[in-house]
Each structure stands twice: as C-alpha cells, then as structure tokens.
C-alpha cells in the first residue's frame, strides 16, 4: 500500500499561491509607483499571471480596480481654463526673470570689482607700513624665564 503523501502535495500547492500572489503584490505597486496605468492586463504581464487569477483575487481585484479609478478621475479633473497661465503672462514671467538675472550679474561684477579693490588697498598699506618689531607684534608677549 502506497502512503499517503497528499500533505506534500497541498503544502507545495499553498506555497506556488504565495509565491504568485507576492510576484503579483509587487508588479502591482510597481506599476502604481512607476506612474504608469494600472490594468489587468499590465499586472498580469508583469507578474507572469493569468488575468483571470487576478480576477479570482479579491484584495488584488479591488486594489487595481481602485488605482484604476483613482488615475481616470485624476486624469480626467484638468486645471479649468480661467486658472491656467496664459501664453502672455509665461512670457511676461520669463522676461522678467531674465531681466532681473541680469541686474544680479551686473551686481555681482561691480561687487567682484569693489572687493578687488578693496584687497589691493589693503596689500598696498601693508606693503607700505613699515614692518612690526618681533617683540611687539599681538599675541607676543614678554619672554618669562623660569628656573632650569
């Protein structure tokens, strides 16, 4: 008499659904994270899945049925005409950043060019003063001499 090993059988059965419900799970917020529409269709091809497994997979089914839902009302609600920027009112924008560009380029040249002179005055007084005896110069002290 054979044994029974219908338990094997059932095990690995339960094992192949886990494993292709997780390959579906993952293909499914894949596809959503991608941005990308979510269909039967494109789950089960990512998936390597029948449609109609998906179809018998109710939090799977209602998962895709609603990020289907979600991104057709999304699509479907455009900015009303009267809060869209106009053509004009682009370029207007565009011409007064670019304007405003460059007044700051021209700033930063004429500040390049103060801080240029700026340091050339200063070199030019130290090049000038006559230099600092050792003993006087800050952060030099009297020597001290202690006991040897």
Known sequence: MRADNSRHIVAAAGNRH???RAKAIKALREIDAAGTAVTFDSVARAAGVSRSWLYTQPDLRAEIERLRTERQR???D??????RASDASLIRRLEAANERNRRLTEENRQLREQLAHA???????RLQSPPIP???RPG???ATIGPC
């Open 119 to 125: 340091l050339g005055d200063l070199r030019a007084a």
């Open 74 to 76: 999304a699509s479907a």
């Open 78 to 83: 455009p900015v009303p005409a009267r809060q």
């Open 140 to 142: 030099r002290g009297s």
């Open 18 to 20: 886990e494993y292709t």
């Open 134 to 136: 050792e003993a006087r």
